[in-house]
């Protein structure tokens, strides 16, 4: 009892000598203070308290830095995110060269003569692999949320061959080692060297699909976001006003406009805007819902901390969980 009695006494003095800095009773009148009692300082075109403004300022000032510093993590961490898939890519890339290629099995007799009547076989050989008329594209980096990994202007296909090259592509994004997401074929993802203004003045590079023709799918500069979620569905970020946030090289804090979008169906699920806000993650299954079936794809957060996780189900079907916050 005695020791918390001592902690209120010592936070009673640390808030007297806090307000002592802000101005006197006096003054209330003509400056806005947040140690003025309740209603003193609600009038408009007060003064604001010098000791409140510099402590404003040092928190605007702070934040400043602790974004910066988040954002140099960030950084960090999406390095090594593009060292980790280049190494895999090499490897990927090393595989599909060893199936393509043609092999040839030769036999050495050495110096020992053949037994009469018999000779020798004709080495073995494997036919190169075929193509089919749909066609899996390939990519160093997966078509994943990292947009600014690679620089590569083509795709490669089933047997390595570089495909869909073009001085138009700033990078490209497809499917990516042993396609566990179920990448489409016939579909890819670019950015491209075209860019398009925000009203903020501000340029951010076009994103589109394209098939295997090259044909872009949408065709609309205000794209600047797309990755696969998995099967036939990907993400479209639109930015008109400003850009969006990216952080963990994987995860986005901040898209304007923001789609779901299956390629197969053609339908579209608009995710609803949250004060210019839209917060989206690769879903985690923190909620074990794999365990009732589902397969989280992707999981929105909103400010007040409430959560959309949307899942495959069994049929391969987009369902949408909605989780209220204990905050």
Known sequence: MKKLLSLMVLLFIAYTANAQS???????????CRFAPKGSNNAEGKLMC????????????????????QSELGKIKNAKLKAE????????RAEVAERS????????MGKTPLTAGKTPEKPAKKAPLKLTKDV??????PGSMSMNGNRLNYFLNENGDTILKSKDYYSTFGAFSDNKNNFPKNLGIVVLNEEN??????????ADLVDSK????????????????????????RSKDFGEDSSWGYNYR???????????????????KDRRNVEIYVAFDHRKLEDEGLKPVLLRRYINYDEDIYCLNAAGELVVKNYKSSR
């Open 22 to 32: 802000h101005i006197s009773k006096s003054e209330y009148s003509r400056y806005n």
């Open 50 to 69: 010098p000791a409140c403004a510099k402590e404003n300022e040092d928190a605007r000032k702070k934040k400043i830095a602790d974004d910066k510093a």
């Open 85 to 92: 898939a280049e190494i895999a890519f090499k490897k990927q």
């Open 101 to 108: 290629k043609v092999t040839e099995v030769h036999v050495t």
């Open 136 to 141: 899996l594209f390939f990519a160093d980096y």
């Open 197 to 206: 203004t925000l009203t903020n003045g501000k340029t951010r590079k076009i």
């Open 214 to 237: 090259g044909k872009r799918l949408f065709k609309d500069k205000s794209i600047s976001t797309i990755f696969h979620l998995m099967n036939d569905y990907f993400v479209i970020g």
């Open 254 to 272: 901040r898209i304007q406009e923001v789609d779901i979008y299956n390629t197969k169906t053609r339908k579209t699920i608009t995710l609803d």
